[in-house]
């Protein structure tokens, strides 16, 4: 069964059937998600500039009885996004499944990844796949503690695509040298799912400053780097263990790499020829003839 769609993807998903006013309310809520939505509803309404009737309608719209049970969602889901671990597993331990583990897991990915896609917008895929493949952007690409890893399959297979890509460092303290070197125009590709880093999003800050277009990989609630985005992709993380799973943003992370390649692809071709011949000059890989 589907898991519950959080308010921002109801927003979403809601926002081409709603009425003016209402759009205008649902972009200030996702502009300060989900802050904005835990305040009360006279500060909602001003903060967008609709009446108090129209933060009723829209909540009602969305599924929900009112707006208090709008919030108490919002209320759920900040305390899901502050979880650690123990918490975590504790609470997969309370709703365990009958059958062997393995086989819950591989269902969870996959419900994961059928919700994932059906939240994307493929014309937001093919907007970064065609700006990831212009090379007079440079392209910059960082993670977090659990996202590094991520961040380093994005930038491995960015890099023989194309020129102009760079890694940022691990360590956060030299950020800001990183920045230095960034244009107007190039792009930031970040990961960062929940417990959100601090880091990441300050880089997002200095980034946006200086004109870079920034692309997201995040969960289903969204990092607090979302608000300098350009581009967004909200995946699916929940499975039965203590820890988050990342499968469902590989899948678009390498999804985009092939979107990419296809596009690029006679350059692609020949730095692939290159490299190939440099791999053999140093016998990186043993060859069976």
């Known amino acids: 069964m589907d898991g519950p769609k959080t308010v921002v993807e109801r927003l979403r998903g809601a926002f081409d059937a709603l ?26 309404a001003e903060s967008a500039g609709v009446s108090t009737p129209t933060v009723v309608r829209m909540a009602k719209k969305l599924g929900f009885g009112g707006f208090p049970e709008m919030q108490a969602t919002l209320r759920a889901e900040l305390q899901a996004t502050i979880s650690n671990p123990i918490t975590k597993h504790d609470q997969w ?10 086989s819950r897991f ?3 990915v996959t419900e994961n990844i059928r919700q994932t896609l059906n939240q994307i917008d493929k014309r937001t895929f093919d907007a970064v796949a065609e700006l990831l493949s212009d090379q007079s952007r440079n392209v910059h690409v960082v993670g977090g ?11 491995t297979h960015m890099q023989v695509i194309r020129p102009g890509v760079t890694q940022i460092a691990s360590n956060s ?29 300050r880089l997002t800050e200095m980034a946006r400053a200086r004109d870079v277009t920034i692309v997201l990989f995040t969960d289903q609630w969204g990092s607090p780097a979302a ?16 820890w988050d799973s990342t499968a469902v943003i590989l899948f678009i992370a390498e999804a985009l790499i092939a979107a ?12 692939m020829n290159e490299l190939e011949e440099l791999f053999d000059r140093t016998r990186l890989f043993r060859k069976f003839v």
Not at 93 to 102: K, M
Not at 173 to 201: K, Q, T
Not at 262 to 271: H, I, P
């Open 106 to 108: 591989a269902d969870a």
């Open 93 to 102: 331990a309370e709703s365990a499944l009958e059958g062997h583990l393995l």
């Open 145 to 155: 503690r659990i996202t590094r890893s991520m961040a380093d399959h994005f930038f």
């Open 227 to 242: 608000r300098h985005a350009a581009h967004r992709f909200h995946a699916r993380i929940e499975v039965p263990s203590a």
């Open 173 to 201: 303290n030299s950020w800001p040298h990183y920045v230095l070197n960034m244009r107007p125009g190039d792009i930031l590709v970040a990961f960062d799912i929940r417990r959100y880093e601090h880091d990441i999003l």
């Open 19 to 44: 009425t003016r006013a209402e759009r205008q309310l649902a972009n200030a809520l996702i502009d300060n998600y989900p802050m904005l939505g835990l305040e009360s509803i006279t500060t909602v």
């Open 260 to 271: 990419i390649e296809t596009r690029t692809w006679e350059t692609t071709r020949a730095r």
